[in-house]
């Protein structure tokens, strides 16, 4: 045994002959008192110790403890019953507590957690409220003041993810969940929290700052352009001129005058500024014509005007602006009322403040300046040998844009504005020579012989693309506010010197483009054609150029730039029209019609009038290739046709093409078999049949100007006409009133012809071509309803064919048609058909006798004419006999005429009545209330009928009444005797 092992002994031995000691403090835990038994105290009694307990052990439990503890679930209920199930899921009238997050944090505690000093309890509290926007719209609605508070504050909070977190919340849930209308009250909020991270002091809050000013506009575009423009703009400019290092340095950056940045950063910021500059554009635009607004806001007094005072323009109260707009009219917009209301003011220092127009175009002008001065800073890329870098590239394109659309807002002033501020200065003006000095020594840019160290030289041709197209724009838009402002005062030498250089570049490069090359190749590349879907964006930079003010191609060089342009337009007009590529052919729709409506009125100035002729030629087939499927650019080019062949020159090369239009547009609006087709060949209509009515008119309108009209043309526009199953009843009426005004372009009889075939009407229904699509009754009434409304202006259009020696020269041309058109209809058993025609007819002579009537004193002229005087008394029988009230018909057309014509007329006609109705007592019965009305008419003295004739026409239509053998047509036909006993005063 070793010394330890004795020495544990010797222990153990002395340990149990010593008497029991309390433990040291310190050493362990004690439980309670622990009963055990021993033999050594006296009386044998129960002696207490406390068990020694160990760190980290259980504690063993007592045998009278109790257990307290409690056990539960947390069960989330969506519905609490049938009747409720959509609670809580539509989001509509949700209360705010009932309003959670997915992890259960409600609504309130989301918004107090947005403003936690921990950054990742904020971005909790605003995916929280994302998810609530979500899911409860109608509870957000309900805290929508706090809950854009919330969001807008951390649009500038100092943790980035905290700001991302603000922005998604803000475009993907608070906006939708409001929507603009709900957003509108807190708009000028948001904008002002948008500046304030804008001009924050912090570098990372202002480069995340334009995302979200780009948050906002996503949202709403409108109500952002509204609120606080002028003061936005020039937090832009601000941040382009700081850069990364607030402008302290003393590099190149610094000497153009803005701050070094780099070029991922501030390409973001000038995409940023890009698409605000195009929303305030885009508003100001749309606010521009409504000047009431602006004027009635501003004014401290106006007049409440209504009723008929309103219309005579006369004042009746004068009241405060408070009411001004809402008692005149309809409310401004958003922008027009913020406007009107931040009126500008000048500070110590002479500058304008404020938010009015004359601050935005301040700031505008100024971000002008430094966009400029960026595209200095950024166009270093082409002359470093390390090679071109393509995010600089896309600098120098972004920089181009917004100097643009800065430029249109610097230089918007109407012209009031400038008569009544003279001093104000055009930006374009004090611009062009600078553009003429600096930037066209690198338009357009070639393809770079290289490119920076592992980039793209693809991504970098494509970036120089862009680069060239918004130059041009640029140059563009600068020479057009330069030429109009040299029209209202004179401009510097030195501007006018540089502007046609600038025109003629930006001209040359859109020549360049529409021949196919976009990016010039260089020495070393090749050439980057232009892209198919650029040539729309290409048209309309040479639809501007066209536009501006003929003076600014009266220099050699402007001049001849032109002239190759127009000879580019030329080639993709011919091109397009050739491959029939509907989506080309649109772009240069667009075009022709901003063109050359301008150059007809101008006299062909700058587009030559054989270039103009070329471009007209081509327009019957793009419209046959249109047919009725793009009705819009249709309707374009008829209206283009329309004002180009009014103010045509006689004897022009124009008039000849526009003669050969006229023969090939025929089949557009009906495709009439040709004369000598055989019988039974069917007419079908043409794509204007099936337009709508706005290119309908158009398309009948051109008729009007055309220089000559031919017999297929004549026909189609007739049966395009009487087309009852497409064509609006209005439309006969236009294409009449076309004729009258173009009577010159057609021989007589041709146009003789159009109004009768008008007169005569469309057959009846189960006579014209079949069509499954059909129903009777509704076409039986269209019929009627054209025959209403072209009756009577075709009558009219024939008697102007007449005049005072012969007023019925009209009816004679026209009532062989008519008599030959009847006849055939009634052999047929077309009585609807017949009728219709005998009604034309019935209003021509009561038309042509009225004329005469007037022309010839009381008792008017006697019919010459043995057509007309022969078929009057058949055709008037039917239509007296035949024609309904209700169809849609004149029928005391036929008294007009009586009434009008020669005494000999009324005898023959009350005859044929009379001998026409022994067919049916119904015919019958029309006959007794036609010579009825006779007897009365005859008395009055309105006809002109002898006593004897007409005693044998009533003693005529009595026997045959009795001949019937109807009770009720015997006893109508017996009180003609009362009848005429009481007009004449004398027995029958």
């Not at 200095?376 to 181009?400: K, N, P």
């Not at 007419?683 to 158009?698: D, E, K, T």
């Not at 004549?714 to 173009?742: G, H, S, T, W």
């Amino acid at each position: 045994m070793g010394k330890a092992k004795a020495r544990a002994v010797a222990r153990s031995s002395a340990a149990s002959s010593a008497p029991a000691t309390k433990p040291r403090r310190g050493v362990g835990f004690t439980s309670g008192p622990t009963k055990h038994r021993t033999g050594k105290t006296l009386g044998g009694g129960v002696e207490f110790a406390k068990k020694r307990l160990k760190v980290g052990r259980k504690v063993a439990k007592h045998a009278n403890e109790t257990d307290s503890a409690v056990r539960s679930k947390r069960i989330r209920l969506a519905a609490q019953n049938l009747q409720s199930a959509g609670a809580g899921t539509s989001g509509e009238g949700t209360r705010d507590e009932d309003a959670a997050s997915a992890r259960g944090t409600p609504l309130n505690e989301l918004l107090n957690q947005c403003g936690h000093y921990a950054a990742k309890t904020r971005c909790d509290g605003l995916n929280g409220l994302l998810e609530v926007c979500e899911r409860y719209p109608g509870a957000v609605r309900a805290r929508a003041g706090d809950a854009i508070e919330r969001v807008g504050e951390r649009l500038a909070d100092e943790a980035r993810e905290a700001r991302r977190a603000a922005r998604e919340c803000l475009g993907r849930g608070v906006v939708p969940a409001l929507g603009v209308e709900g957003l509108a009250p807190f708009a000028k909020t948001l904008i002002l929290y948008a500046g304030a991270a804008l001009t924050h002091v912090a570098d990372d809050v202002r480069r995340d700052a334009p995302a979200a000013l780009d948050a906002l506009l996503e949202a709403a575009p409108t109500l952002v352009a509204a609120h606080a423009p002028a003061s936005t703009l020039g937090h832009l400019g601000e941040l382009l001129r700081r850069g990364d290092d607030g402008g302290v340095g003393s590099g190149s950056s610094v000497q153009r005058g803005v701050g070094s940045q780099k070029p991922a950063t501030r390409l973001a910021l000038l995409r940023s500024c890009r698409r605000f500059l195009e929303t305030l554009a885009e508003g100001v635009g749309a606010t521009d014509g409504d000047r009431g607004g602006l004027s009635s806001t501003s004014s401290m007094t106006t007049t409440f005007v209504w009723g008929e005072e309103a219309r005579r323009g006369a004042a009746t109260r004068s009241i405060g602006s408070m009411y001004a707009e809402r008692s005149r009219q309809a409310p401004p917009s958003v922008l027009a009322a913020t406007t009107a209301s931040n009126d500008e003011s000048e500070d110590s220092g002479g500058r304008i403040t404020g938010e009015s127009r004359a601050a935005v175009r301040v700031n505008a002008k100024r971000l002008v300046e430094l966009a400029m001065c960026v595209w200095d800073d950024a166009a270093q890329t082409f002359t470093d040998e390390r090679g071109v870098d393509v995010d600089r590239v896309r600098v120098m394109a972004q920089s181009m844009a917004c100097a643009r659309l800065a430029l249109s807002l610097a230089d918007g002033a109407e012209e009031s504005e400038m008569l009544e501020n003279t001093d104000i200065a055009s930006t374009a003006v004090s611009v062009v020579p600078e553009i003429a000095r600096r930037t066209l020594g690198m338009f357009p840019s070639t393809s770079p012989a290289s490119v920076a160290e592992k980039q793209d030289i693809s991504r970098t041709r494509e970036a120089m693309v862009d680069l060239n197209f918004e130059t041009c724009r640029f140059l563009l838009d600068a020479s057009s506010s330069v030429a109009h402002e040299a029209l209202a005062q004179h401009l510097a030498p030195g501007v006018m010197d540089a502007l046609p250089h600038v025109l003629a570049r930006a001209l040359q490069y859109v020549t360049s483009t529409l021949r196919g090359v976009a990016l010039d190749g260089g020495a070393m590349g090749e050439d980057v054609p232009t892209p198919d879907d650029a040539y729309g964006d290409v048209l309309a930079l040479a639809r501007d150029a066209l536009t501006l003010p003929a003076w600014c191609f009266s220099a050699s060089i402007t001049g001849s730039a032109c002239a190759d342009l127009l000879v580019a337009v030329t080639e993709t007009w011919e091109r397009a029209v050739a491959d029939e590529d509907i989506e080309r052919i649109t772009q240069c729709v667009a075009l022709l019609t901003e063109t050359l409506p301008e150059e007809a009125r101008q006299g062909y100035f700058r587009v030559p009038i054989e270039t103009a002729a070329g471009w007209v030629r081509h327009i019957p087939r793009v419209l046959w290739a249109f047919k009725h499927e793009n009705p819009s650019a249709t309707q374009k080019l008829l209206s283009l046709l329309h004002d180009v062949a009014a103010r045509n020159p006689p004897g022009s090369p124009l008039a000849d093409v526009l003669s050969t239009c006229e023969a090939e547009m025929a089949v557009l609006f009906f495709m009439v078999p040709p004369a000598g087709s055989p019988e039974g060949a069917k007419s079908r209509p043409g794509p204007f049949a099936r337009l709508p009515f706005p290119s309908q008119c158009a398309a009948v309108r051109l008729v009007g100007v055309l220089p000559t009209l031919t017999p297929p043309m004549i026909r189609a526009l007739a049966k395009m006409c009487l087309d009852v199953d497409r064509v609006n009843e209005e439309l006969c009426v236009i294409a009449i009133e076309a004729m009258q005004a173009n009577a010159l372009a057609a021989p007589l009889e041709l146009t003789m012809s159009f109004y009768a075939t008008l007169l005569v009407g469309a057959a009846g229904v189960k006579f014209l071509d079949k069509s499954s699509k059909r129903d009777v009754a509704t076409v039986e009434q269209k019929s009627w309803l054209i025959a209403r409304r072209a009756i009577p202006s075709a009558a009219a259009a024939l008697v102007a064919l007449s005049d005072a020696d012969a007023p019925w020269t009209g009816a004679s041309l026209a009532s062989v048609t008519l008599k030959h058109m009847w006849s055939s209809r009634v052999e047929k058993g077309d009585v609807d058909g017949a009728t219709r025609t005998a009604s034309g007819f019935v209003a021509l002579i009561a038309s042509t006798a009225e004329f005469a009537r007037s022309v010839s004193g009381q008792s008017g002229q006697s019919i010459d004419d043995d057509n007309v005087s022969g078929a009057i008394p058949e055709m008037f029988a039917w239509f007296i006999l035949r024609a309904e009230d209700g169809d849609g018909v004149d029928v005391d057309v036929a008294w007009r005429a009586l009434r009008a014509a020669p005494s000999t007329t009324p005898g023959p006609v009350a005859s044929a009545v009379v001998a026409s109705s022994e067919s049916s007592a119904a015919l019958t019965d029309r006959a007794l209330a036609f010579v009825s009305k006779l007897i009365t008419e005859t008395a009055a003295g309105s006809i002109e009928i002898s006593k004897d004739e007409l005693r044998d026409v009533v003693r005529s239509i009595q026997n045959k009444a009795s001949a019937l053998e109807a009770n009720e047509s015997t006893k109508r036909a017996r009180a003609l005797d009362v009848h005429w006993n009481v007009a004449f005063g004398e027995a029958i």
